[in-house]
């Protein structure tokens, strides 16, 4: 009879599980990759989904045809809800299914939550964006603010059904507020009878006194310039204290405001998902302010050698929570247990290479920050596109992302503008059906 081969449980098929499961294509091991959804998701591009670039499809492969020629690989669906160092086993659920996975060696990544600093009642009036749900729904809201506007007379419901709030003035908020101007003042005019789209104002909101304030003074200043050049009105040193259907409360260096808007979203924060607090919980490990698990310098779960946490819910040097820190993470989790299995020495630590930051503004305009060197402007978008073409996984969806691109930028196209009711009313719908549950 064959003897069983080691068994590596991977959980989450985002940048840290995906590539730790490549990582681990020629080793003697069977993986078991389990994700909540059936897709890898490129969270960097939902902006795009959410602002008609692109189509959710091409920034969200099957794992399934991601994974089809590796043979040492199952893919299942399900959310892992608890692991169990003790017995070696993760318990998943999936809808109408319970079921449990043993292991020998385990890689947990399963990224981040959003956080609203424990104001969770916020997320009803302004998503987050961290899913194709949240994208898809953000896409109907603003569209459908244009649409809605039209159809009003009443001229202050008009302004605030044309006022957009982006919370966070991180990478994400920037692109979010930047594509929104660009659809308000480039693509949208000249398509309604009753508005004009440039009317729209695009509020950027943040606590802090600065944007994008982990690029350095340098492209944050440039980035301040390219944003009110878009027409976006940025507002720092503002605390957001209450959110509702029809605007946002905020705190500012001169008091108290109410801005009256329709549509809102939060990109301002992070926290580790449940799954890290059991885990937590069940080895022991202490987790940091955002609940990360404080991690080995190799990365495994203190005191459970097989265990290893990467990516956003690991807590490990002051790591940002970005897709190369998971990338590298997961290959590491992975180059670890090839080498154990091997007979080799393991326990060295993970040595994380800053390749640099990179976020955009508009079209031709991104900043990016590789080791000591700054761009800003063209060449910034220029090494964006590269980059970000080279991490899209899949083929055809490179292919056809590049066309979307071609139609946004250099056209006046939005492709992908379909928004349908259930996509922005399903989340409450969701939401009251489970409240009636007993
Ligand atoms: C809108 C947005 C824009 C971003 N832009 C950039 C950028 O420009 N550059 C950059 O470097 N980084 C960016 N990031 C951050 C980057 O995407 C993350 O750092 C990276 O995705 C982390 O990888 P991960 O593997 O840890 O988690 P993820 O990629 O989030 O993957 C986690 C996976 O685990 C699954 N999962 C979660 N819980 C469970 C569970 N209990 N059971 C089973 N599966 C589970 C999820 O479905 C998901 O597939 C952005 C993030 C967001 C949200």
Do not use: C
Not at 28 to 53: E, K, M
Not at 65 to 85: A, C, I, S, W, Y
Not at 295 to 300: C, E, G, Q, S
Request: charged letters at 20%; proline letters at 5%; aromatic letters at 8%.
């Amino acid at each position: 009879m064959d003897e069983q081969r080691h068994r590596v449980v991977i959980v989450g098929a985002g940048f840290g599980g995906l590539f730790a499961t490549k990582a681990l294509r020629r080793a003697p091991v069977d993986i078991t990759l389990i994700n909540g959804t059936a897709h890898h998701l490129f969270q960097p591009l939902l902006y795009q989904v959410a602002t008609g670039i692109l189509s959710e499809g091409e920034i969200a492969p099957p794992i399934r045809e991601v994974l089809k020629r590796q043979d040492n690989v199952k893919t299942l669906l399900g959310t892992v809800t608890r692991v169990d160092p003790t017995a070696r086993k993760v318990s998943v659920v999936a809808p109408g299914i319970a079921y449990e996975v043993e292991y020998d060696s385990l890689i947990v990544a399963a990224g981040a939550s959003q956080s609203y600093f424990g104001k969770n009642e916020f997320a009803e009036f302004a998503p987050g964006m961290k899913s194709i749900d949240d994208a898809l729904e953000l896409r109907g809201r603003i569209f459908g603010a244009f649409e809605l506007a039209e159809l009003e007379t009443d001229p202050a419901a008009i302004e605030r059904l044309l006022t957009f709030v982006v919370v966070g003035a991180g990478p994400t908020g920037v692109e979010m507020a930047g594509q929104i101007a660009e659809l308000a003042h480039r693509h949208l005019p000249g398509q309604y009878h009753n508005i004009d789209p440039r009317q729209a104002r695009i509020i950027l909101i943040d606590a802090l006194p600065t944007v994008l304030s982990t690029f350095g003074d340098h492209l944050s200043t440039q980035a301040l310039r390219q944003l009110h050049k878009l027409g976006v009105e940025v507002e720092l040193q503002t605390k957001v204290v209450k959110v509702d259907e029809t605007g946002i409360e905020v705190e500012t260096v001169d008091g108290h405001k109410r801005i009256e808007s329709a549509t809102k979203m939060w990109a301002a924060g992070v926290a580790a998902p449940p799954l890290a607090k059991q885990i937590a919980e069940a080895t022991g490990a202490e987790t940091d302010r955002a609940g990360r698990i404080k991690v080995n310098p190799d990365t495994t779960v203190p005191g459970y050698p097989e265990i290893y946490a990467v990516g956003d819910m690991m807590a490990l040097a002051d790591l940002p929570g970005v897709a190369q820190v998971a990338i590298q993470g997961g290959r590491h989790a992975a180059g670890q247990i090839r080498k154990r299995l091997a007979g080799e020495e393991t326990g060295q630590p993970f040595k994380y290479f800053d390749k640099g930051s990179l976020a955009t503004i508009s079209r031709f305009s991104a900043v990016a920050s590789v080791g000591k060197f700054h761009f800003a402007g063209l060449l910034g978008w220029l090494l964006w596109l590269v980059v970000h073409l080279l991490y899209l996984v899949g083929f055809k969806n490179r292919v056809t992302a590049v066309m979307h691109w071609f139609v946004s930028f250099i056209g006046r196209g939005r492709s992908e503008r379909v928004a349908t009711f259930q996509q922005v009313y399903a989340r409450r719908a969701l939401q009251e059906y489970q409240d009636k549950l007993p």
